[in-house]
C-alpha cells in the first residue's frame, strides 16, 4: 500500500525551500510515526529497541510507505535517563516505560558522571541506526532525531511522582537534576550534529496536565532553552519543540525557548496559535491522533482539512503534522489518507475554498 500522488519535489528540496521562504508544491507534512513504526513492520516491537539495524529498517520502511518529510529514529523519551542509569522496560508489543528510576536520593546526584554518547546505554545503537538511515535516504530527505526535553528526562531519572513533589519541595535540588541531565542531553545533541542531524525536542512533562505556567517558566524553560541555544549555534536555527496538552497558557514562553517549530498537540486551536504565535514561529499540528488511530480516512481528510483551513497561512509557516506521536496500531490507510490530502488540498498555492 502506498500513495496515489506524486510530488514534484523531494522532502530535502520541500523543506530547504520551506526554511527559506521560496516556492513549494505543497504544505510540508510530517505525521509523528516515532514508535508505531515498528508495529508497522511487524513482529515483536521489544526486539526492534536493542537492534540498530532493525530499528533502522523499520523507519526507512515507513519513510518509503508514507512519503513522509521526515524520517529518522530516536532514544525515545527515556533514552537520556536510560544512558544515565535507570532501568527501562521494554514489553513484547509495547513502548518502553521506566522499571527502576536511578536516582533514590539527591546526595547520589554528586556521584554520578556524564554520560558517553558513544557508550552509554542504548545511545550507540541509535546512532548507528541514524547512520543507516541516512546512507539509505541519501540525498531525498534529511535525518531527524527526536530527544527526551529537561523535565522529561530529569523524571525518568528520579521518578515522575518524586520529581513532581520534589518540584514544590525542594525546589533547589530538582534544579540541579534539571543541570545535570541537561549537560548530558547536550553531549547527545553535540554527537547529533556532529552527523549532520538536526535534534528536535518532545517533552511532555512539561505538559499543562501536569505542571502549571509557573513551574514551566521556572523548571522547563531555562533548560529548554539550553537545548534550543545548542542546537542554533550548531545549525543557525532552532529545534521543533513538541509539548503535550493544551499549550495555550505557555505558548510565548515556548517561542522564548528559541525553538523555531512549535509542535502542537490536538487540544490547542490552530486558529488561537496562529493569532497568538504564527507571526514569530512556524506552526506544526494536529490532526488527532486517535482519529488517525480508530477513524477512518475520510475523518482524517476531514480534520487535515480543518487544520489547512485554521493555520496554512501563519506567517512565519504551517506544517502538517499529528498533535502527538502516532498510537500503536495506526493503520496505514489512515497516514496515507493525511500524506494524500495534504497532496491533494496542501497544494501550493492553497486555495480556501477547497478546504470548505
Known sequence: MKTTWKDQMTPKERMKAFAAGESIDRIPCMPLVT??????????MSQYYHSAKLMAQAQIHAFETYETDSVGSGPGLFGIAEAIGTKLEFPENGIPFVATPVLDNY???????????????????ILEALKIVQDAVKERAAVGCSVGGPLTSAAAVRGTDKFL?????????????LQYVTDNTLLFIDALCDMGIKPSIAEPTASGTLISAKHFREF?????????????????????LHICGDTIPILADMVDTGATVLSLDNQVDLAEAKNKAGHKVCLAGNVKPYTLWKGTPQQVIAEVKDCLRKACDSPKGFILSSGCGLSIGTPAQNVLAMMDAARQYGKWPIDPERLV
Open 35 to 44: 514508535d508505531q513504526v515498528y508495529s508497522l513492520a511487524g513482529g515483536p
Open 220 to 240: 522547563a524553560k531555562p533548560y529548554l532553552k539550553q537545548y534550543s541555544d545548542r542546537i542554533s549555534k550548531r545549525w543557525g536555527s532552532g529545534p521543533f
Open 107 to 125: 546526595q547520589d546526584l554528586d556521584k554520578m558522571e556524564l554520560i558517553d554518547p558513544y557508550r552509554s546505554g542504548r545511545l550507540p545503537l
Open 165 to 177: 513533589r520534589d518540584i514544590c519541595r525542594n525546589p533547589a535540588q530538582v534544579h540541579r537534576l
